[in-house]
């Protein structure tokens, strides 16, 4: 069976466009943490070596323009814009508010979260640090619903 010119070409471009849309879909872009600027933000005693149980900005007004900022770079990817899942991660405008909210935010912003050897959350606490963490901490509960 012989293939006219082509039709071989024809066969060849869509090889092409089929490995060119494979490779944009396994790819994930930058997923490295993006730095957040905390500068303006009160220090909290300890700094990262004594993570608080409760957020001490909460209702502050910076921390949760910081924080809004932070989420976008860091945290949308997976849990979606204006803290909105589409699924895939946990919805955080569900995230309680107050100290058991807190105390769960903490635990998975510092440690992440991984089961069975898969890692379904990564560790940002020590990356970005205790103020970025409560400063996300503080918009999340401007999104907060019990809807």
């Known amino acids: 069976m012989t293939i006219s010119i082509g039709r071989g070409a024809l066969f060849a471009a869509a090889a092409l466009t089929s490995l060119s849309i494979a490779s944009n879909l396994s790819a994930h872009g930058d997923v490295t943490p993006q730095a957040v600027d905390t500068s303006a933000l009160p220090d909290i005693e300890g700094g990262n070596d004594n993570w608080l149980s409760e957020n001490p900005y909460t209702g502050n007004a910076k ?85």
């Open 63 to 147: 921390a949760i323009e910081i924080g809004e900022s932070a989420y976008g770079q860091n945290c949308a990817r997976c849990h979606g814009l204006q803290a909105i899942s589409g699924g895939i991660a946990p919805d955080l405008r569900y995230l309680e508010p107050g100290a058991s909210g807190d105390e769960w935010f903490v635990e998975r912003f510092r440690h992440g979260s991984s089961h069975d050897g898969k890692v379904y959350m990564p560790p940002f606490g020590d990356v970005l640090g205790q103020k970025a963490g409560w400063a996300i901490r503080a918009w999340l509960e401007t999104k907060y619903t019990d809807e």
